[in-house]
């Protein structure tokens, strides 16, 4: 027990970390189930995208020698702007291209159609890299390298104040438009009632166009973020980590802003104190290796005790 107190400020804090990410990713799938109730598992690829898209710009700046010319948090805002424009794209086209088709059929089909568009993102990722630079795994160049010594047992990295601060900003910012601005009053009506919201002047394919942009922007900021955390990345890393942001989605209420976010951030948490305790607790036997477990047992336990999420709303259906 002694020696896990001594690591907790770093779990915490390590934790932390990854659950703002889990939850700007989360904030993707909740949105777009909240309007159309679909699950778009191919959202986890849209990160991979937004990954690949932050890095690629940092490695320019880094290659032409303008990563050393100009400020860090301005790279940094450079390259979520292109990973949030050009993942924001890629929503709106998707849900153009893959979904709206399929917005009348059986609720199966759109699923499979997010597979498939999964499945082939990951590849189109994979070639244009295997072709543009002969190797799909990319190491983002390390902007933030300093840390700062807050006490023996805890060491808060630079880059994980500006993962963490980066992931309020954008989740507070997605709040306020969501609860104060015309078009967020919009999403909110469509998402209520998509036919009476018709009748009421809403155009509702933009809107729900917009929800995808908004989504997938989120999630390609996501992936930028998770890049200078972590620093390699490659066309599969959105599979686990997708999984693991529905499953924090789910947590906190699937079709909740509110219960993505905690939803996330709890599972970040639970997730690095999982897989520190194991260690200590079974003697070395099993380690962080097991931490992948944790997300899945903590969804089949929401599922069973509280299938509507923390947040969540049961609904009843009127017969």
Not at 56 to 78: F, H, K, N, R
């Amino acid at each position: 027990m002694e020696q896990f107190l001594q690591i907790l400020p770093q779990c915490l804090l390590d934790g932390l970390t990854l659950g703002v990410v889990y939850a700007i990713v989360a904030l993707g799938y909740t949105m777009v189930y909240g309007v159309l109730e679909l699950i778009n598992f191919a959202h986890s690829e849209i990160f991979m995208v937004g990954a690949f898209a932050g890095t690629e710009v940092l490695l320019y700046l880094q290659t032409y020698g303008y990563l050393t010319g100009i400020p860090a948090p301005v790279a940094l805002i450079l390259a979520l702007m292109v990973a949030m424009l050009l993942s924001g794209g890629m929503g709106v086209l998707m849900e153009r291209i893959a979904y709206r088709p399929l917005r009348n059929a059986p609720r199966l089909v759109p699923l499979i159609s997010a597979i498939g568009v999964s499945f082939f993102l990951q590849d189109a990722v994979r070639l244009v890299e295997g072709l543009w630079k002969n190797a799909f795994y990319l190491t983002a160049p390390s902007i933030f390298p300093t840390s700062v010594q807050i006490s023996a047992n805890l060491r808060f990295p630079v880059k994980s104040m500006v993962v963490m601060f980066s992931a309020v900003v954008m989740m507070l910012g997605l709040h306020i438009f969501v609860t104060r601005t015309k078009w967020g009053k919009a999403i909110r009506a469509v998402a209520q009632d998509r036919e009476t919201s018709s009748l009421m002047s809403i155009n509702v394919n933009r809107v729900i166009s917009l929800t995808f942009f908004i989504g997938a922007a989120l999630g390609g900021a996501a992936g930028t973020l998770f890049a200078c955390q972590y620093s390699l990345i490659h066309p599969y890393v959105g599979f686990i980590l997708g999984i693991k942001a529905f499953t924090a989605a789910v947590l906190g209420g699937i079709g909740s802003i509110p219960g993505a976010m905690a939803g996330g951030i709890l599972l970040g948490v639970l997730e690095s104190l999982g897989a520190a305790g194991l260690g200590i607790a079974t003697n070395g036997a099993m380690g962080a290796e097991y931490k992948d477990v944790f997300a899945f047992v903590i969804l089949i336990f929401v599922l069973i005790l509280k299938p509507s999420g923390l947040f969540g709303e049961e609904t009843r259906e009127k017969v």
